[in-house]
């Protein structure tokens, strides 16, 4: 049974740094995308990064220079560092595989698979 933990998650302030882990257990694909979504009060869930485990990875235009995503295949575990933190990244985060596929698209309906979250909250 595939699972998907969150867990790094936590209260910050603005320009402040939080390293997300996802672990993964029952699912490995060297064709699958594995992602980060958020979501905030009263916003649609929507992609933040993903890393493919074919090579590649990408990370959308709001959070480019600031977060970077990366798998470790040993571990079965992806992470997200979240560096210069700000208010409006505040949301709940979410770990998500994409099974054979790319991350030429992070939309959330093509998503197979998903964490519980883990909360994201940066203080001005």
């Known amino acids: 049974q595939v699972q998907l933990v969150e867990s790094g998650g936590g209260s910050v302030q603005a320009g402040g740094s939080l390293r997300l882990s996802c672990a993964i257990s029952?699912?490995?694909?060297?064709?699958?995308?594995m992602g980060w979504f958020r979501q905030a009060p009263g916003k649609e869930r929507e992609g933040v990064a993903g890393?493919?485990?074919?090579?590649?990875?990408t990370v959308v235009d709001t959070v480019k220079g600031r977060f970077t995503i990366s798998l470790d295949t040993a571990k079965n575990a992806v992470y997200l560092q979240m560096n210069s933190l700000k208010p409006e990244d505040t949301a709940m985060y979410y770990c998500?595989?994409?099974?054979?596929?790319?991350?030429?698209?992070?939309?959330?309906?093509?998503?197979?698979?998903w964490g519980q979250g883990t909360q994201v909250t940066v203080s001005s």
């Open positions: 998500a595989i994409r099974r054979f596929s790319g991350c030429g698209s992070l939309s959330r309906r093509t998503f197979d698979y």
């Open positions: 029952g699912y490995f694909s060297n064709s699958a995308c």
């Open positions: 890393v493919y485990t074919g090579g590649g990875s």
